[in-house]
């Protein structure tokens, strides 16, 4: 196991407003009742997908798309969104280590609320065949 | 608590734009194919988001969840029948499970916990 690539590395803070308009069709698409408020995974909209863009588009972290895995993913909440809301997510790569041709990137975001209140924080492991 | 889902390329685009993951290996037949795929696959999100609606119901409301964790262990193509389930596994916490009509496990290691 060595490491590789960009461990650490964190990136600038990302704003995002949870819009009910957007929460609906999304509880829609997963078969949740969008009448039950924000869908708990809606996080891999407002946390992981408001900041995963920021590390597939770091040219050092070199992330060939087409070899991308999303092999485990985990989300604690301190409490849920709620519509109209303005989250705050910062992403970072927590580890980056390639063990026989397999690289595998943690990436971690923390979600925060207007005051700075912990709202989720999100945890993916990425496997990148090399 | 169980909910069975068959996959459709409809629901994936659908989810596709819901969540902004356009990866075209979820949308794009040759794409797919081009990088080792059978074909459009679902996302791990997807399935993930679906395992959530189980385990928000079997938790009594998706505000009480505190953690789901989900590790992606099988492809999901359009067409799989999927089971997904949460099971008790003490106070306060789930085992999930998901898995195809052929018996594979398409989610492994997966859990959940509530207040």
Redesign the interface.
Known sequence: MTETGVAGRTYPAVTFEIDKD?VA??A?????DPA??????FA??YA??ATAPQLFGDPDAAID???L?????????MR?PQPGETVTSQGRVASDMSRRGIRFVSFETETKGADGDGICRSRALFVIRQ | MT?T?TFTKE?IA??A?????H?P?HLDDDFAR??GLPGVIA????Q???A??V??EAAG???R????????SGMVVPGDRVIFSAEPAGPGKLDIHAVNETGEAVLTKSSAEYV
């Open positions: 957007s069709a999304f829609k698409a997963i078969g949740a039950a408020g924000v869908p708990p995974t891999a909209v992981l997908g798309f087409a070899k895995l999303h092999a485990e993913q985990e989300f604690e909440w849920h | 909910r889902v629901q659908a989810y734009e819901a969540s902004g993951d990866n290996i081009s990088v996302h791990g999100m997807l993930m988001g679906i959530g609606t385990a928000a409301g998706g505000e969840l505190r953690r789901l964790v989900c590790r992606f």
